[in-house]
């Protein structure tokens, strides 16, 4: 197994795709798919824009579906929710599909969507999707960070490195077997750094200052808490994540 860490979807090696896709966005998209399927919503389906959202959420029963909308962290008017974990209670989402589309997180799962297995990983449900690279055994594996609008961002970064961190371990081999790229050995040393301070990473990094401006603190802690929801978000259509069934 290779592993390769992309802190964007821009970074990616075009016209290549791995074997399978973990797309990262821990602020917060993809801690929101976790929690949502986690919760009991029947599926996400994950749009770049907001007109194709609606359009297609049009056609699915209003008592059936949410529609969710991010842009510069804030809730876009006229969606039922923003992308706060926190709002994806069982009361809320079970049963329902939730249509979303934020600012990085929904590019980045369509940047690898054609991948054989694609998954969307948050450090909520790092040890979810380990166990379950683990029993897939892919040749290939990208971890790709969402960041901000192209850049960088340290809470994807440490969450690849958290996966990776996990797997080496897991495995009992040495890095230099697995390390696909450069990346992948920074994205491990940031987390061994930081693994016992998630959340004061979370506050020195730029959007995790955004989200501190909009007072989203709750999301920041729950968000930089590990393992708390064993569920794997997997690609069942293009653009649609479902919990893995066991
Ligand atoms: O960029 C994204 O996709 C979002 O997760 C950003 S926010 O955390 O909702 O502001």
């Not at 969307?120 to 901000?148: C, F, H, K």
């Not at 569920?231 to 259509?237: L, Y």
Request: charged share 20%; aromatic share 6%.
């Amino acid at each position: 197994m290779k592993l390769y860490t992309y802190h964007t979807p821009e970074r990616t090696p075009a016209n290549e795709l791995p074997v399978c896709a973990i797309a990262i966005d821990v602020l917060r998209a993809t801690s929101t798919i976790s929690a949502a399927l986690n919760s009991g919503a029947e599926a996400i389906q994950a749009f770049s824009d907001m007109d194709t959202l609606m359009k297609v959420s049009d056609k699915w029963a209003p008592e059936l579906r949410l529609r969710g909308g991010e842009r510069g962290g804030a809730k876009v008017a006229g969606c039922d929710l923003g992308n706060s974990p926190l709002d994806c209670t069982p009361e809320v989402v079970k049963g329902k599909r939730l249509f979303i589309s934020t600012t990085n997180g929904t590019r980045t799962l369509q940047r690898v969507q054609d991948a054989k297995i694609v998954l969307a990983a948050a450090l909520v449900n790092r040890q979810a999707i380990v166990d379950y690279v683990l029993s897939q055994e892919p040749e290939t594996v990208w971890m790709v960070g969402s960041g901000w609008e192209g850049d960088y961002s340290l809470e994807d970064t440490v969450c690849a490195g958290a996966i990776a961190d996990s797997i080496i371990t897991k495995l009992g081999v040495p890095l230099a077997e697995v390390a696909g790229n450069d990346e992948l050995v920074g994205s491990i040393a940031l987390y061994r750094q930081w693994k016992d301070n998630l959340l004061d990473l979370f506050y020195l990094a730029s959007h995790g200052q955004r989200l501190v401006r909009l007072e989203c603190f709750a999301d920041l802690k729950f968000c930089a808490t590990p393992d708390t929801l064993n569920i794997v978000p997997i690609q069942t259509s293009v653009g649609v994540l479902q919990a893995l069934s066991h």
